[in-house]
């Protein structure tokens, strides 16, 4: 039976990913920039929020209030392989976020479109590997070591931290 966090957690991956795939739609599309139109705009600002929403909130989320509770039961391996991962995804999704918006704005011309395709491809690659691992072993972790209690609290400051 899954946790309330990580129901929470889980539909927060799965809106990540959709947006994800939806980057490498775009970008497997388009050899060339593509021509900046309304539907590009809005795919654009779309990816950018949905990012930072990923990197900044649903990180800090994780690094500030579950993964404290599972280093104070003993859990520091998962903590310190999702954390190391959080720091190398960060940056990463920012710049992703910020040629978005820069691309909403002015659109893209080469060298942009290549900045824009090379770190996107690279974040997709990473940001999938690392909801997968979430998925597969901190969704379930959550549940073996978090009581009710523990879970409800949790959830009630993701909803208010997050949402």
Request: charged share 25%; proline share 2%.
């Amino acid at each position: 039976m899954q946790s309330q966090t990580g129901s929470l957690l889980h539909q927060d991956h799965m809106t990540t990913i959709e947006t994800l795939q939806g980057l490498e739609e775009l970008l497997g599309r388009h050899r060339q920039p593509p021509a900046l139109d309304d539907g590009l705009r809005a795919s654009l600002i779309g990816l950018s929020t949905t990012l930072k929403a990923e990197v900044e909130s649903h990180f800090a989320f994780e690094e500030g209030h579950l993964f404290p509770a599972f280093v104070a039961k003993g859990e520091t391996g998962i903590v310190m392989m999702l954390t190391h991962e959080h720091r190398s995804i960060l940056p990463l999704a920012l710049r992703v976020a910020e040629l978005a918006v820069q691309a909403a704005t002015a659109g893209f011309d080469e060298q942009s479109w290549r900045d824009f395709r090379d770190s996107g491809g690279e974040l997709v690659e990473r940001e999938i590997f690392h909801i997968q691992k979430e998925e597969m072993g901190l969704l379930a972790a959550i549940s073996a070591l978090l009581d009710e209690g523990e879970d409800a609290t949790l959830a009630a400051v993701y909803r208010q931290t997050v949402k």
